[in-house]
């Protein structure tokens, strides 16, 4: 056999085992995306309920998916404050054929076309927000009892993102609340992901008499006994621009540049 034919069967076999390889590869990260997907949406479920009180740390992924038959997603004109039933946000249009689960609000805040300037972020440091809001209805025997809203803050390394639930008896009456992405320090900032912490905000309130946000995360510990106690959250120790982003950011989140005519709206109108 001559050392031309010799080359060319090797370089054949090469580009065969290559083509082969290449499949297999593509086809591997192909599935594994999905499964990303569904593990991805799946873990957003389970952040929405553990805020929700409806489901524990260690639910399976069936019982996320059986909770939260009682969530109905909505989306949310921030402008008027008023729920839009069958509406594409990307198009500003009707569209019952349009799932508010596909709307992606992060993505949508960064985007011009869909998102409006902000012009007093309280100190957050939030200087653009979508234009539309996906929001959580929670009902128990048909009735809406939580809804759950997006919340954005900004800590010391990172963007925070989470959710805030509040009793729609009162809208005011917080039932949990829980970032599910940042990039705080561990044992610093990121003590926003210890239970302890998290399990202060259940029966704090958002507002006060006057309906003014008044939620906000101290320095040190809350005295009980002192009589604005239910507004305050115990700081996180050596986090203090963390634990600044959390009440600044929630300042403006619960104003009327964020959710606050939607939740006025709740309170005068009820759900229709």
């Not at 499964?35 to 069936?62: H, P, T």
């Not at 989470?162 to 009162?170: E, I, V």
Request: with cysteine.
């Amino acid at each position: 056999m001559s050392s031309h034919n010799s080359t060319l069967k090797t370089l054949i076999v090469a580009t065969l085992l290559c083509i082969v390889c290449a499949t297999l590869v593509s086809s591997i990260s192909v599935a594994l995306k999905e499964r990303q997907l569904i593990n991805k949406d799946i873990d957003k479920k389970r952040n929405i309920l553990l805020c929700a009180g409806l489901i524990e740390k260690k639910a399976k992924a069936d019982e996320v998916k059986a909770a939260f038959e009682k969530v109905t997603p909505k989306i949310v004109d921030l402008q008027t404050g008023e729920i839009r039933e069958n509406f594409n946000p990307y198009t500003g249009e009707k569209d019952e054929k349009f799932n508010p689960e596909m709307y992606d609000q992060l993505k949508a805040s960064k985007n011009p076309a869909l998102n409006t300037k902000v012009e007093n972020d309280k100190g957050s440091q939030i200087k653009a927000r979508a234009k539309y809001a996906l929001i959580y209805l929670v009902k128990k025997d048909d009735k809406v009892t939580q809804v759950i809203l997006p919340i954005k803050s900004y800590g010391l390394w990172s963007t925070m993102l989470g959710f805030l639930a509040l009793d729609t008896a009162d809208t005011s009456t917080i039932k949990g609340f829980a970032y599910y992405s940042h990039g705080e320090t561990p044992g610093l900032g990121g003590e926003v992901d210890n239970p302890k912490w998290k399990g202060q905000w259940p029966g704090k309130k958002a507002f006060n008499e006057n309906w003014k946000p008044a939620i906000h995360v101290i320095k040190g510990k809350v005295n009980p006994e002192q009589k604005d106690s239910e507004y305050k959250i115990d700081g996180l120790s050596g986090a203090t621009i963390t634990s600044n982003g959390i009440s600044t950011s929630l300042d403006y989140w619960l104003s009327e540049s964020g959710f606050g005519l939607f939740l006025s709206n709740i309170r005068e109108k009820g759900f229709q």
